[in-house]
């Protein structure tokens, strides 16, 4: 039909003046790439005259869907709505088919000829807005695949420890993440599926972290308003810990505190649900180093070595609670469930075995480092045994 090639342009001009008013920036493409527009519906126009000759099923226009396969993922990298592309595909073919069955009924076009005309306008139609639509979900995951990526080197550079701050905020804009003024680590077990679902349901403002012997998140702002009740909410039975809020250059310094506290937490010595570590420093500063705590719990308790397994327990279990209640006898008796005659007996046994040691306030200082927030290891023994569970601070 050379008739419908001399009237390419007006059916374009239509096309134009169709979306100029709902869609202007599509107005403005078929302006812009008028050329390789025109080249792709010359080729429809003689797809259609083919079939007009010879009807039968229409068959894929491959040749020319890597244009509309471009044009979705333009969509998609513009923000905009795949649905509207496909109402202005459903436009253009509405426009292209009033042309074509116009030119077709004046020639004479047998019926089914015209019906073959009709199923190949909209089968083109449908092949375009599937093409579109490939485009459109290729372009995404791309961007989805790339942002992520981004936000896993900004997560490394985070935690390095050797990014300076220009670096880092350079690094921010890259992910689309907006740096905020303080930050926390969030620890959570692998194979929790409570933590695994926190995860996954995290906002964009917090970041996942995943590396060998590390999983949980960097979450923002960690001490504003509503925050901290509901990360306390949010990971109840997650086996969880959140580390102290600090200022982005010292989040790495933070992370091996975090981790101490969930070492202290499958240890049984902090039982809270989840763990926060700032209301246990003082427990995660006596545990960083359990050989140290281990020598230091030695050398302080040599003077029971001497002792029966049994009393020596009794003897060690009398003394932190002596030293946490500051001699007062009817709190230990209280906190022991014994009579205080029983406290005076024991007090005065430990007083016979440690001498004027435990008259001084160094040595106290001492043995209240060591007892408060552990046990007491065998005589000889190198090793920090199970621990009693610190109790839980109360939470505002």
Not at 42 to 70: C, G, K, M, N, Y
Not at 235 to 263: C, D, K, M, N
Not at 318 to 343: I, Y
Not at 368 to 395: E, F, I, N, T
């Amino acid at each position: 039909m050379p008739v419908l090639h001399n009237q390419l342009p007006e059916i374009l001009a239509e096309v134009r003046a169709q979306f100029a008013t709902e869609w202007p920036e599509y107005a403005e493409f078929l302006s812009h790439d008028q050329g390789e527009v025109t080249t792709a519906a010359r080729a429809f126009l003689t797809w259609l005259v083919e079939l007009a000759d010879q009807p039968r099923t229409p068959t894929d226009v491959a040749p020319h869907i890597a244009l509309f396969e471009s044009i979705g993922r333009l969509e998609a990298r513009e923000g905009r709505e795949l649905s509207t592309l496909l109402s202005a595909y459903q436009v253009g073919g509405r426009v292209a088919w009033r042309h074509v069955s116009r030119a077709a009924l004046e020639l004479g076009v047998e019926p089914d000829a015209l019906a073959a005309l009709a199923e190949a306008v909209f089968v083109f139609i449908d092949q375009l807005s599937s093409a579109s639509a490939r485009g459109y979900v290729w372009e995404q995951s791309e961007a989805v695949a790339e942002r992520e990526r981004r936000r896993e080197e900004l997560v490394d550079l985070l935690l390095s420890g050797r990014a300076d701050t220009a670096a880092v905020r350079s690094a921010a804009v890259r992910a689309g993440w907006a740096l905020p003024t303080e930050v926390s680590i969030i620890l959570t077990d692998a194979d929790n599926p409570i933590g695994n679902t926190f995860l996954t349901r995290l906002d964009t403002r917090s970041l996942p972290v995943r590396r060998p012997g590390l999983v949980g998140a960097i979450v923002p702002d960690p001490a504003g308003p509503g925050r901290r009740s509901w990360l306390a909410k949010a990971l109840r039975g997650a086996r969880a810990v959140v580390g102290h809020a600090v200022p982005l250059e010292h989040l790495p310094a933070s992370v091996p505190i975090a981790q101490t506290a969930a070492e202290l937490q499958r240890a049984g010595i902090l039982v809270d649900d989840p763990v926060f570590a700032d209301e246990h420093l003082d427990a995660i500063l006596v545990h960083r180093d359990p050989r140290l705590l281990a020598a230091l719990q030695r050398k302080v308790l040599a003077p029971l070595d001497g002792q029966p397994s049994a009393t020596r327990d009794r003897l060690i279990e009398t003394l932190r609670s002596w030293l946490r209640h500051f001699g007062d006898r009817r709190a230990v008796a209280a906190e022991l469930h014994v009579h205080p005659q029983t406290v005076r007996y024991r007090m005065g046994q430990l007083h016979a075995l440690f001498g004027s040691a435990l008259d001084s306030p160094d040595f106290r200082s001492q043995l209240l480092l060591a007892l408060a927030w552990s046990g007491a290891p065998a005589p000889g023994d190198g090793a920090v045994p199970q621990l009693p569970p610190k109790r839980a601070a109360s939470r505002r």
